[in-house]
T-cell receptor, first 113, second 110 residues
Framework: DTGVSQDPRHKITKRGQNVTFRCDPISEHNRLYWYRQTLGQGPEFLTYFQNEAQLEKSRLLSDRFSAERPKGSFSTLEIQRTEQGDSAMYLC???????????FGQGTRLTVV | AQTVTQSQPEMSVQEAETVTLSCTYDTSESDYYLFWYKQPPSRQMILVIRQEAYKQQNATENRFSVNFQKAAKSFSLKISDSQLGDAAMYFCACGNDMRFGAGTRLTVKP
């Protein structure tokens, strides 16, 4: 297992376009987390899943953000009608519920122009 | 939901000296974990140390140790014999939904 994998690593999009990111967690990790991080700041919680169930979603997010984990394995994060303020690093992490330390991917850097 | 506060945006330490990074948290969970993560510049977030809240003994991992004060909801990280490679952003995290603090930037002076 090579760890948490995120795709793409970089994404440049025009304002108003939709983007989708993918995260493949470590095999058999049942928890999966999405965060947004801007330069010099801590990871801002977006949502997390246990298996395929989305257990919590940040109230900070507008309806433009949605995440899925349909089979309890990989997950996708979609941002609709992107805005310049969405430019950030999007981090994915996974863990086991019995040993909840999270392992992070390298992130997807989104730039909205 | 948990809240995590790191009150030191930046800290500096001389190489080979000891530094302590502060973290306070609030949670409604009765059984939870606490973590310190390190994020070097432009690199991946990695786990430094974890503490299970039901354990009274403070966790230790080589040069890294914590001072966990459950009643005060305090969870500080002590780095002994600081090395140049310790320079990074350090984040405290709490809870099943892994909420993070704003981070402390640690500089190590040679």
């Amino acid at each position: 297992d090579t760890g948490v994998s995120q795709d793409p690593r970089h994404k440049i999009t025009k304002r108003g376009q939709n983007v989708t990111f993918r995260c493949d967690p470590i095999s058999e990790h049942n928890r999966l987390y999405w965060y947004r991080q801007t330069l010099g700041q801590g990871p801002e919680f977006l949502t997390y899943f246990q298996n395929e169930a989305q257990l919590e979603k940040s109230r900070l997010l507008s309806d433009r953000f949605s995440a899925e984990r349909p089979k309890g394995s990989f997950s996708t994060l979609e941002i609709q009608r992107t805005e310049q303020g969405d430019s950030a690093m999007y981090l994915c992490a996974s863990s086991l519920s019995e040993q909840p330390e999270a392992f992070f991917g390298q992130g997807t850097r989104l730039t909205v122009v | 939901a948990q809240t995590v506060t790191q009150s030191q945006p930046e800290m500096s330490v001389q190489e080979a000296e000891t530094v302590t990074l502060s973290c306070t948290y609030d949670t409604s969970e009765s059984d939870y974990y606490l973590f310190w993560y390190k994020q070097p510049p432009s690199r991946q977030m990695i786990l430094v140390i974890r503490q299970e809240a039901y354990k009274q003994q403070n966790a230790t991992e080589n040069r890294f140790s914590v001072n966990f004060q459950k009643a005060a909801k305090s969870f500080s990280l002590k780095i002994s014999d600081s090395q140049l490679g310790d320079a990074a952003m350090y984040f405290c995290a709490c809870g099943n939904d892994m909420r993070f603090g704003a981070g402390t930037r640690l500089t190590v002076k040679p």
